[in-house]
C-alpha cells in the first residue's frame, strides 16, 4: 500500500515501511553547484537522509535509500565530501537524541543584502553577534538567522507593522 511517499508492506504479521518513488520520477532536486547558500544546499542532503531515517523502518532499507538518495545528489552536483558529512552528522545526533539536551534558544534575525560575497558577510555577523552579545542565563543560547529580499519581494514578506530586527 502506497501512503504519500511511503510504502508500506507486510511481511509475517508485521509491517515493513520504506521510501517510495514513482518509476518516473526524474531524480530533480536543487542544483549542488548553484549559487544559493550553503545552507539551502546542507538542507536538501539534510531532507534526503531523514527521510530515509523516518520512512524506513528496518537499517537494511535506510543503508539502500541513503546510497539511492546519495546518487541522486551527486547527479544534480553535490560533493560527496557534503554528502558524506551531514550523513554522519544526522545519523549520529538521531541515535543520540537522548544525550542532546536542547537549550532555549533566543532568535536573532538579520535582514541583509544580498551579494556575491553573501558567505564572509554572514561570517562576519556571526562573529560580531557571538562576540558581542551573551544571554544573561546560561541556559540558553542564541540564533542568528539571516535572510535575504529582494525588492521585488519585499512588499510580500514584511509588512510595515511587522517590526524587523536589523543590527
Known sequence: MLFLDVLVSQE?????????TKLTNPGYCLNGRS??????????????I???LTHCSMWKQVHEEIERS????????FSEKDIHR??????NSWYNKKENVKKEEIEIFYKA???TAYKEDERIMRQI??????PSDPNTSLKLTIYYKTKKT????????LWCLTL
Open 50 to 52: 531523514r527521510r530515509a
Open 35 to 48: 549559487e544559493c547558500p550553503q545552507k539551502y544546499k546542507d538542507s536538501t542532503i539534510g531532507a534526503y
Open 12 to 20: 509475517n504479521e508485521k509491517f515493513i515501511t520504506t521510501v517510495y
Open 154 to 161: 519585499q512588499h510580500l514578506l514584511c509588512s510595515r507593522q
Open 70 to 77: 546519495s546518487q541522486v545528489l551527486v547527479n544534480n552536483g
Open 86 to 91: 551531514l550523513t554522519r552528522k544526522i545519523i
Open 129 to 134: 553577534v557571538m562576540k558581542n552579545i551573551k
Open 113 to 115: 543584502a544580498f551579494s
